[in-house]
T-cell receptor
Framework: DQQVKQNSPSLSVQEGRISILNCDYTNSMFDYFLWYKKYPAEGPTFLISISSIKDKNEDGRFTVFLNKSAKHLSLHIVPSQPGDSAVYFCAAMRTGTYKYIFGTGTRLKVLA | EAQVTQNPRYLITVTGKKLTVTCSQNMNHEYMSWYRQDPGLGLRQIYYSMNVEVTDKGDVPEGYKVSRKEKRNFPLILESPSPNQTSLYFC??????????????FGPGTRLTVL
């Protein structure tokens, strides 16, 4: 049972345009969400997070939106750059449990 | 440099031959965790540890053991590896904050092949 789903395995976007990566979850007990970026042959690196008490968190070109009623979050990258080409994982957890559930990842390709 | 290191980075072994993948962090983090990454399945948590001598199961603990005798080290032990444990393994660590969550720092990964 996949509690965190990223339904788009891949996404291609033109440089300078917006990239939107989506993530859905099924467990309503999750209250903290994170996005990680992963380059080939490297470990994932933390990108941005959001608590369920917020519906938006912004950090430079990266914004995460959370829609609790729909159990959906999205990562917006504006403007997209070729260096953003990577696999993006969303993850969810219930605060205090330290058990992280990751999605299957979306491979983003930003075309120059 | 703050980092999580894993050894070995690559390992090919045979079914049933016990192996250990080491993980070490130099950030004085309380929390450490092991994940495996498989195509189409993303990252799945194997075990985690909140501090020395405190470990707990993640989503896919079967066939694995861990120990946390020192704060900086969290080895992953496969007592009798099987081909379905062929995977890419990541170790991660983080602080344990009062907020109940913290971003994890990941190691570079260990690619394990069990023949």
């Amino acid at each position: 049972d996949q509690q965190v789903k990223q339904n788009s395995p891949s996404l291609s976007v033109q440089e300078g345009r917006i990239s939107i990566l989506n993530c859905d979850y099924t467990n309503s007990m999750f209250d903290y969400f994170l996005w990680y970026k992963k380059y080939p042959a490297e470990g994932p690196t933390f990108l941005i997070s959001i608590s369920s008490i917020k519906d938006k968190n912004e950090d430079g070109r990266f914004t995460v939106f959370l829609n609790k009623s729909a159990k959906h979050l999205s990562l917006h990258i504006v403007p997209s750059q070729p260096g953003d080409s990577a696999v993006y994982f969303c993850a969810a957890m219930r605060t205090g449990t330290y058990k992280y559930i990751f999605g299957t990842g979306t491979r983003l390709k930003v075309l120059a | 440099e703050a980092q999580v290191t894993q050894n070995p980075r690559y390992l090919i072994t045979v079914t049933g031959k016990k192996l250990t993948v080491t993980c070490s962090q130099n950030m004085n983090h309380e929390y450490m965790s092991w994940y495996r990454q498989d195509p189409g399945l993303g990252l799945r948590q194997i075990y985690y540890s909140m501090n020395v001598e405190v470990t707990d199961k993640g989503d896919v603990p079967e066939g694995y053991k861990v120990s946390r005798k020192e704060k900086r080290n969290f080895p992953l032990i496969l007592e009798s590896p099987s081909p379905n444990q062929t995977s890419l393994y990541f170790c991660a660590s983080s602080l344990v904050g009062t907020s109940g969550y913290n971003e994890q720092f990941f190691g570079p990964g260990t690619r394990l092949t069990v023949l």
